[in-house]
T-cell receptor, first 113, second 115 residues
Framework: GNSVTQMEGPVTLSEEAFLTINCTYT??????LFWYVQYPGEGLQLLLKATKADDKGSNKGFEATYRKETTSFHLEKGSVQVSDSAVYFCALSDKLGGFKTIFGAGTRLFVKA | DAGVIQSPRHEVTEMGQEVTLRCKPI?????LFWYRQTMMRGLELLIYFNNNVPIDDSGMPEDRFSAKMPNASFSTLKIQPSEPRDSAVYFCASSLPGQVIYEQYFGPGTRLTVT
């Protein structure tokens, strides 16, 4: 079945540092891939997405590239801010899985001023 | 667009009581999901509906949990009787599946505390 594995946290960085959160997936079909972000006290919200191999999703300075050969979708940002402190979830969804989205365990990011 | 609406935002109840959580999905979305989030178990899918029909309820923990979607604009998640281990944040999400993309829109959640 489909699954998502992402790096364990917490990740603690200083402001303006480079961020990478690793995510790999297993899927039987051709999934769409997502990164969701959850700020304290809120629900998850879509950060970025990619629907096919080699697509790059980007939003708010974050980027992730759909790598089919390595089954990965790593999240990167060149310079983090304190306001980026949140929990980040990698996720996938495909037609073979019906309408379900499979979420990773989440990675908590702390950014220090 | 008001987004997904959940009520109440916070619920504190005593063990054994019935709890009903409510969700209004985004207008026009035809899939609805109920999740539970705890520190220990992370984000768990409880049940999801498509066009008001329950498609997969394999994540519902036990018979004490039930969910309904009487129409396209309303869903409930009921716990009867409630237990302290049900304490969690419960999220509702809705989606409009297209040909390829299945992004979900989450509500703000209901924080349930069972004492």
């Amino acid at each position: 079945g489909n699954s998502v594995t992402q790096m364990e946290g917490p990740v603690t960085l200083s402001e303006e540092a480079f961020l990478t959160i690793n995510c790999t997936y297993t899927a039987t079909g051709y999934p769409s891939l997502f990164w969701y972000v959850q700020y304290p006290g809120e629900g998850l919200q879509l950060l970025l997405k990619a629907t096919k191999a080699d697509d790059k999703g980007s939003n708010k300075g974050f980027e992730a590239t759909y790598r089919k050969e390595t089954t990965s979708f790593h999240l990167e940002k060149g310079s983090v801010q304190v306001s980026d402190s949140a929990v980040y979830f990698c996720a996938l969804s495909d037609k073979l899985g019906g309408f379900k989205t499979i979420f990773g365990a989440g990675t908590r990011l702390f950014v220090k001023a | 667009d008001a987004g997904v609406i959940q009520s109440p935002r916070h619920e504190v109840t005593e063990m054994g009581q019935e709890v009903t959580l409510r969700c209004k999905p985004i207008s026009g979305h035809n899939s609805l999901f109920w999740y539970r989030q705890t520190m220990m178990r992370g984000l768990e899918l409880l049940i999801y509906f498509n066009n008001n029909v329950p498609i997969d309820d394999s994540g519902m923990p036990e018979d004490r949990f039930s969910a309904k979607m009487p129409n396209a604009s309303f869903s409930t998640l009921k716990i009867q009787p409630s237990e302290p281990r049900d304490s969690a944040v419960y999220f509702c999400a809705s989606s409009l599946p297209g040909q390829v993309i299945y992004e979900q829109y989450f509500g703000p959640g209901t924080r349930l505390t069972v004492t």
